[in-house]
């Protein structure tokens, strides 16, 4: 039995979504809408939730605004006592669904954009008219009175934007702005040669996001989610496996990250078959790599065992091949140099063009 809650849930309801972002976190084997997970099942997983003890909700995707009972989904997680937030593109969040949307329950939105300029932005989601529709479920957002999160992701595309992106995150009366450099993992590890900034490039923007924190003080919060790959020590994925987060796929498999299905040897428990308490409590994958016994070294008896809980398990796979070694993100990984390696080499590739995420491959 553990004792530890799940703060959150993520529900990824769809991986359908008018956009083809190239750094999408989704796996490059998308789910098919005839897979999707029912009305009913999510409700009893959002009931699931918060008799666990979780908090809050991040009805997410895909394009959680594609599935035509989002209204009905927000209410359920809305009664179950989840506070509820989205997270979307934007494109198809008018005044008409948001009123819907907040009669539900809906507390929070989350948009995300793809910079300040329409058309380089619209040519990195490939889609069409997407920065307009962006602007405008913005602009309802605030005008409803509901709390604004903008999530930039950055890239060696945008990256130099920063200072217009923060601009741009006031100008539309967000509350909270997330500058989240690309984390790599499903369709952006596919498109990290095109993706990946310069380090030189990442340590203005590190610096600029500095002083934005303290000049807009009071006005705009700014979260800043840094590269692993330019990193000396790896963040807490997910705030450790299995302590915080439970991640539900579209259809249904319930896993401790969103990129926790890549991992070779594990059967991931479904919602269908399995309460969320019992999978929380007894599954073999959510405990797999809970707490620090599984650790090795370095970071067994590391002082930083229980800060970052040994990193991130998909990118240790993705890089050395183990999920049960160190995040090379760590600069006390044998593997740091090589991913460094790695990124220096990405950045300088000179490669522009991108693998859109599509349904299908
Ligand atoms: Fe974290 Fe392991 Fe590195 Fe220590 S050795 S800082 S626990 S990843
Ligand atoms: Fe799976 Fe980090 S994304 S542990």
Known sequence: M???TPIGLLAELTHRCPLGCPYCSNPLELTRANQELDTKTWTRVFEDAASLGAMHVHLSGGEPLVRKDIAELTNAAHLAGLYTNLI?????LNAQSLTELRAAGLDHVQISIQGVDPTRADAIAHFKGGAKAKREAARVVVEEGLALTIN????????????AIIDLAVEWGAGRLEVAHVQYHGWAIANRASLMPAREDFLTAAKLVEDARKSLEGTLVIDHVIPDYYAERPKACMGGWGRQVIVVTPDGRALPCHAAATLPGFA?????????????ETSEA??????TAWMPKPCQGCDRAEIDWGGCRCQAFAITGNAATTDPACALSPEHTKLREMATADAASGISTYRFRRIGG
Do not use: C, M, Y
């Open 88 to 92: 979307t593109s934007g494109v198809g």
């Open 152 to 163: 930039a992701v950055i890239h060696r595309g945008n990256i130099k934007d920063l200072p």
């Open 286 to 291: 959510f405990q797999k790599f809970r707490g």
């Open 268 to 280: 991931f428990d479904n919602v269908k078959d399995r309460s969320l308490a019992e999978i929380w």
């Open 2 to 4: 553990t004792e530890l």
